[in-house]
Structure formats: structure tokens, C-alpha cells
């Protein structure tokens, strides 16, 4: 089984480590976060030193995940690890449902109660939050975020690093634009630019 690093032990990365455990597919070996070395260790796991020290992290873990919830510096770190030589984990809770038809890219966390419907595709990086749904046919590009209840109806398409908040709806067909933040609760009906939300 291989040894996983988690980057970031804020409270979505503890939620990922809570998922590896609940999951089995990996051996948590302990955390990076920049709040070391005044943060040694959550719960019973080490913490090996901030992100800066990333490369030194390798001779306890073989993969990795970043969990931390801000889509540019998940990407950055991201990076930072595939220099380093980790592989790159995927971490699906096991109270996530999820198509066996889907596409889901590496570093991407799907978590508890998470609904990922057939033949969607999740590109590098994704987060999918609890009780999330990426129905049918979806597209969320590389670093795309669904917070916690937001749901994509089929076909919709969640650009690069855009990030849905808790509870925001996209209907059928629905395209976001890279990088665009949709607020909490918000509907979107129609195709949004960034012309059009800003």
C-alpha cells in the first residue's frame, strides 16, 4: 500500500485524511502545512514540515494529494509535487458515488456523499465537496471546485479553476468560464462569461 503525503491539514485537509482512512486504498503517512513546524502533527499523524519543504517530504511518502481549497495554489503545489517525483493520488471517499464511466484526473479529491454521474469528466486537481453532483456527461476542467450541496446538471461545463460555492446550481448544458467564482446559492440558467458575472 502505497504512502500518502496530504498538503494542507486545514479543515479540508483533514477531511481528505479522514477519507483515505475511511477509503483503505492508501497508508496515511502525514501532512505539509505551512502552519509547521508550530504545527507538528494532526491527530496521531506527523507533520513534516510547511510547503516550502515539499521535495524533503519524498522519503516518507510515494504519493500525494493537495487538499487545500484555493484552486490557483492547489495548482502551483501541485506542480511542486510532480517536480518532486510524487505521484499523484486520486481520493474518493467511500460514501461517494461515483460512475464507473467517469473520467477522473489525478490530485482530485470526491468527497462524502459526492455524486459523479456516467461518463462525466474531472480534469487534474478537482475538488467535488460533500453531497456535490457532476451529473451526466459534465465537464469540470483542471482545478475546478464544487463546494459543499453544488450541483452541475448534465452537460454542464465547470471552466479551469472556476469554483462553484456551496449550494450555486449550473442547469443543463451550462457552461463557466476559467477562473470565475459563482456565490453561494447562486443559479446560473444561461452560459456565463466573465464579462457577464463580474
Same mark, same amino acid.
Given at each position: 500500500m502505497?504512502?500518502?503525503?496530504?498538503?494542507?491539514?486545514g479543515?479540508h485537509?483533514?477531511?481528505?485524511a479522514?477519507?483515505?482512512?475511511?477509503g483503505?486504498a492508501?497508508?496515511?503517512?502525514?501532512?505539509?502545512?505551512?502552519?509547521?513546524?508550530?504545527?507538528?502533527?494532526?491527530?496521531?499523524?506527523?507533520?513534516?514540515g510547511?510547503t516550502?519543504?515539499?521535495?524533503?517530504?519524498?522519503?516518507?511518502?510515494?504519493?500525494?494529494?493537495?487538499?487545500?481549497?484555493?484552486?490557483r495554489?492547489r495548482?502551483?503545489?501541485?506542480g511542486?509535487?510532480?517536480?518532486a517525483?510524487?505521484?499523484?493520488?486520486?481520493?474518493?471517499h467511500?460514501?461517494?458515488?461515483?460512475?464507473?464511466?467517469?473520467?477522473?484526473?489525478?490530485g482530485?479529491a470526491i468527497?462524502? $456523499?459526492a455524486?459523479v454521474?456516467?461518463?462525466?469528466? =474531472? #480534469?487534474?486537481? &478537482?475538488?467535488v465537496?460533500c !453531497?456535490? %453532483?457532476?451529473?451526466?456527461?459534465?465537464?469540470?476542467?483542471?482545478?475546478?471546485h464544487?463546494?459543499v450541496n453544488?450541483?452541475?446538471?448534465?452537460g454542464s461545463?465547470?471552466?479551469? $479553476?472556476?469554483?462553484?460555492?456551496?449550494g450555486?446550481v =449550473? #442547469?443543463?448544458g &451550462?457552461?463557466i468560464d476559467a !477562473?470565475? %467564482?459563482?456565490?453561494?446559492?447562486?443559479?446560473?440558467?444561461?452560459i456565463?462569461s466573465?464579462n457577464?458575472?463580474?
Open positions: 502505497k504512502r500518502l503525503l496530504i498538503v494542507g491539514a479543515g485537509g483533514r477531511s481528505v479522514e477519507a483515505v482512512l475511511a483503505g492508501f497508508q496515511l503517512a502525514g501532512f505539509a502545512d505551512d502552519a509547521a513546524p508550530a504545527l507538528q502533527q494532526v491527530w496521531e499523524w506527523p507533520v513534516f510547511a516550502a519543504d515539499i521535495a524533503n517530504c519524498r522519503q516518507h511518502a510515494d504519493a500525494a494529494i493537495v487538499a487545500i481549497g484555493n484552486n495554489l495548482e502551483e503545489l501541485h511542486r509535487l510532480t517536480a517525483g510524487f505521484e499523484l493520488a486520486t481520493v474518493i467511500p460514501k461517494a458515488i461515483v460512475s464507473p464511466r467517469a473520467v477522473i484526473g489525478a482530485s468527497m462524502a $456523499g455524486i454521474g456516467t461518463e462525466a469528466q =474531472l #480534469g487534474t486537481g &478537482v475538488i465537496n !453531497g456535490a %453532483v457532476v451529473d451526466h456527461h459534465c465537464r469540470v476542467e483542471d482545478f475546478g464544487l463546494g453544488a450541483g452541475m446538471a448534465g461545463v465547470l471552466g479551469r $479553476g472556476a469554483w462553484m460555492q456551496a450555486s =449550473l #442547469g443543463y &451550462v457552461k !477562473g470565475l %467564482v459563482l456565490e453561494a446559492g447562486q443559479a446560473v440558467s444561461e456565463r466573465r457577464a458575472i463580474q
